[in-house]
Nanobody, 124 residues
Framework: QVKLVESGGGLVQAGGSLRLSCAAS????????MAWYRQAPGKQREFIAT???????NMLDSVKGRFTISRDNAKNAVYLQMNSLKPEDTAVYFC??????????????????WGQGTQVTVSS
């Protein structure tokens, strides 16, 4: 019942910046936590940052001071501002969200949704 679509990825030189966006759409009753993950070639998917509906955040130590997560509840969107990018930041970046929805008169709560990902490539 929730569709997540990421955008904003691309090719950037080391030291540059990108701003990723993720918008949720579909039939749902609420969306709570939203987060960003990434997966580099040959590596497992890695947590980057999460943000609650009230704006509380948690972030991977290696990106603190460079990345910022934010959200717009009116737009059902989450953002990731990435500055001072490094080649090791190269990965597919995924958005996820926890949401609730109704289907056939049944309430489904605390469901985890994933977007399809957007490619970020940082050249040296």
């Amino acid at each position: 019942q929730v569709k997540l679509v990421e955008s904003g990825g691309g090719l950037v030189q080391a030291g540059g910046s990108l701003r990723l966006s993720c918008a949720a759409s579909g039939t749902f009753t609420s969306i709570s936590d939203m987060a960003w993950y990434r997966q580099a070639p040959g590596k497992q998917r890695e947590f980057i940052a999460t943000i609650t509906r009230d704006g509380g955040t948690n972030m991977l130590d290696s990106v603190k001071g460079r990345f910022t997560i934010s959200r717009d509840n009116a737009k059902n969107a989450v953002y990731l501002q990435m500055n001072s990018l490094k080649p090791e930041d190269t990965a597919v970046y995924f958005c996820n969200a926890i949401g609730d929805y109704l289907s056939g008169g049944v309430y489904y709560g605390n469901n985890l949704y994933w977007g399809q990902g957007t490619q970020v490539t940082v050249s040296s």
